[in-house]
């Protein structure tokens, strides 16, 4: 019985509070826009946006604690602006703090193009964009 009050309580507090992920919207026209063009800078507004809230947690196997983390940055980019992503590399590039590789695919008037972002990849903070190239 008091399982049914449990959760009975959390399914009013997801009706009331709204239990989606809880990142920023962002713009996908004007991410679009920014990825064709190569703009890092009005590009990082956008994915910096959905990186934010991706703190790392660092376990066995990761020191870094971004591999789950960027796994989601993926799937975000992917439900929120239809974007075809994939996930090239993690802390593959030896910098520091290392940087990851995601390949976006998209259309610019009628022709495919492909865009890689340069993903920092610091164990210490937040994932962000570094650069973005062909």
Not at 15 to 29: G, N, P, Q, T, V
Not at 76 to 81: A, F, I, T
């Amino acid at each position: 019985m008091k399982l049914l009050y449990v959760l009975t309580g959390v399914l009013i507090s997801c009706i009331a509070f709204s239990c989606e992920d809880d990142f920023a919207r962002i713009d996908c026209a004007e991410l679009r826009a920014a990825l064709i063009a190569l703009d890092v800078e009005d590009a990082s507004v956008h994915i910096n946006a959905l990186l934010e809230d991706l703190q790392p947690v660092p376990v066995s196997g990761d020191p870094y604690g971004h591999e789950i983390n960027l796994e989601l940055f993926v799937d975000r980019l992917q439900s929120n602006c239809s974007l075809q992503v994939e996930l090239e590399c993690y802390a593959c590039i030896e910098t520091y703090p290392p940087q990851s590789h995601v390949t976006i695919s998209l259309d610019s008037s009628g022709t495919e193009v492909t865009r890689t972002l340069d993903i920092l990849t610091p164990k210490e903070s937040e994932m962000t964009l570094h650069n973005i190239h062909r």
